[in-house]
């Protein structure tokens, strides 16, 4: 769906564009396909119109996305965080892509609000915290990528979309939306993806760099968790996985090598919702997806201090892994009406 961009923030931003300054570009701590494809098509638009650019991540994330063009000039403020505090610090303005909350960004979140810099938020998921100056939040989008498309087209930017923007576009939109398969997905993303592809990107390259991708650590650790750990639960049409920490160090675990996991429980007849936990030191990661209108969005809120979209949704705690999954399950009668109805 096309966003509504309110006009007199969208002019002021372009205002403040016309103008060579230091921008800086964030995402979200452990950033996905959408943080990092958003990110890096902004540098390449931005540095090619003449700014001085530079994408800090908060941490590291899936070398499935090294490929991404720009991808060598990222910094990662877990590996040089004095470096991004200055670029932060000296930034004339600064944006936060694909997150609502400053506390997504993890360490680096306080330096950013400090700030002097101008902000510009542009992201997709819902309740978004009012900590930027411009603020270009719409939750019915499917990815970020696809916000930044519109964002550069309205600035009058459109034949600015050289192949390396276009190859980071399409990454994002293919990764948020499942290849393409989940609701958020209109006949407006689709045409999006075709002028993607008339700038220069090739379906068929990206998918292999994203999805054909993987380590035979990462292959026999999904074959471990689809074949040891998977638990389906007929009558609430639930699915889960749950990996511990030391199950992680056995397969060698890289960052984003759980990545997509809990969508294999989903992908099981009759399921509604699945849920992957992950032990990691002193916090349980959790992973909502669902289907068939079922939203897991209210559920990661309420009881796992999380959020995201109606059906796809991040949740933690920092209860013991056995204690997490029990409180999951004890949570699942309240539900079976909406999982189940008789």
Same mark, same amino acid.
């Given at each position: 769906?096309?966003?509504?961009?309110?006009?007199?923030?969208?002019?002021?931003?372009?205002?403040?564009?016309?103008?060579?300054?230091?921008?800086?570009?964030?995402?979200?701590?452990?950033?996905?396909?959408?943080?990092?494809?958003?990110?890096?098509?902004?540098?390449?638009?931005?540095?090619?119109?003449?700014?001085?650019?530079?994408?800090?991540?908060?941490?590291?994330?899936?070398?499935?996305?090294?490929?991404?063009?720009?991808?060598?000039?990222?910094?990662?403020?877990?590996?040089?965080?004095?470096?991004?505090?200055?670029?932060?610090?000296?930034?004339?303005?600064?944006?936060?892509?694909?997150?609502?909350?400053?506390?997504?960004?993890?360490?680096?979140?306080?330096?950013?609000?400090?700030?002097?810099?101008?902000?510009?938020?542009?992201?997709?998921?819902?309740?978004?915290?009012?900590?930027?100056?411009?603020?270009?939040?719409?939750?019915?989008?499917?990815?970020?990528?696809?916000?930044?498309?519109?964002?550069?087209?309205?600035?009058?930017?459109?034949?600015?979309?050289?192949?390396?923007?276009?190859?980071?576009?399409?990454?994002?939109?293919?990764?948020?939306?499942?290849?393409?398969?989940?609701?958020?997905?209109?006949?407006?993303?689709?045409?999006?993806?075709?002028?993607?592809?008339?700038?220069?990107?090739?379906?068929?390259?990206?998918?292999?760099?994203?999805?054909?991708?993987?380590?035979?650590?990462? /292959?026999?650790? #999904?074959?471990?968790?689809?074949?040891?750990? *998977?638990?389906? @639960? &007929? !009558? +609430?049409?639930?699915?889960?996985?749950?990996?511990?920490?030391?199950?992680?160090?056995?397969?060698?675990?890289?960052?984003?090598?759980?990545?997509?996991?809990?969508?294999?429980?989903?992908?099981?007849?009759?399921?509604?919702?699945?849920?992957?936990?992950?032990?990691?030191?002193?916090?349980?990661?959790?992973?909502?997806?669902?289907?068939?209108?079922?939203?897991?969005?209210?559920?990661?809120?309420?009881?796992?201090?999380?959020?995201?979209?109606?059906?796809?949704?991040?949740?933690?705690? /920092?209860?013991? #892994?056995?204690?997490?999954?029990?409180?999951? *399950?004890?949570? @699942? &009668? !309240? +539900?079976?009406?909406?999982?189940?109805?008789?």
């Amino acid at each position: 769906m096309k966003p509504n961009f309110d006009q007199a923030q969208l002019q002021a931003v372009g205002e403040l564009l016309k103008v060579p300054a230091k921008v800086v570009i964030t995402t979200h701590h452990k950033p996905d396909g959408d943080a990092m494809g958003s990110s890096l098509a902004l540098y390449q638009y931005l540095k090619n119109s003449g700014h001085d650019v530079q994408v800090i991540a908060p941490s590291d994330y899936p070398d499935f996305l090294y490929w991404l063009p720009g991808n060598e000039q990222v910094i990662n403020y877990d590996h040089a965080g004095g470096r991004a505090k200055q670029l932060v610090q000296e930034a004339g303005l600064i944006f936060c892509l694909d997150f609502n909350a400053p506390s997504r960004m993890e360490k680096l979140g306080e330096f950013v609000v400090a700030s002097g810099a101008k902000k510009v938020l542009i992201d997709h998921h819902l309740d978004a915290e009012d900590f930027c100056d411009f603020n270009f939040s719409f939750p019915t989008s499917c990815a970020t990528c696809e916000l930044i498309y519109y964002f550069i087209v309205a600035l009058g930017g459109k034949q600015a979309i050289t192949k390396e923007v276009a190859e980071c576009l399409y990454t994002g939109i293919m990764t948020d939306t499942g290849s393409f398969r989940f609701s958020s997905m209109t006949a407006d993303t689709h045409e999006i993806i075709a002028e993607l592809m008339r700038a220069g990107a090739e379906n068929y390259t990206i998918h292999e760099n994203i999805y054909d991708n993987f380590s035979l650590d990462r /292959t026999r650790f #999904l074959g471990h968790c689809i074949k040891e750990k *998977l638990v389906v @639960l &007929p !009558e +609430y049409r639930t699915a889960y996985i749950q990996v511990t920490k030391e199950e992680l160090k056995e397969y060698n675990h890289q960052s984003g090598d759980t990545e997509g996991i809990v969508n294999y429980a989903l992908g099981i007849k009759g399921v509604k919702m699945a849920v992957f936990f992950c032990e990691r030191d002193h916090l349980i990661k959790i992973s909502f997806r669902s289907k068939d209108g079922f939203s897991v969005k209210e559920l990661a809120a309420s009881h796992f201090s999380g959020g995201g979209h109606r059906n796809a949704a991040g949740g933690r705690s /920092t209860d013991s #892994l056995d204690q997490t999954v029990q409180r999951f *399950l004890n949570l @699942l &009668p !309240e +539900y079976k009406s909406q999982l189940n109805p008789v």
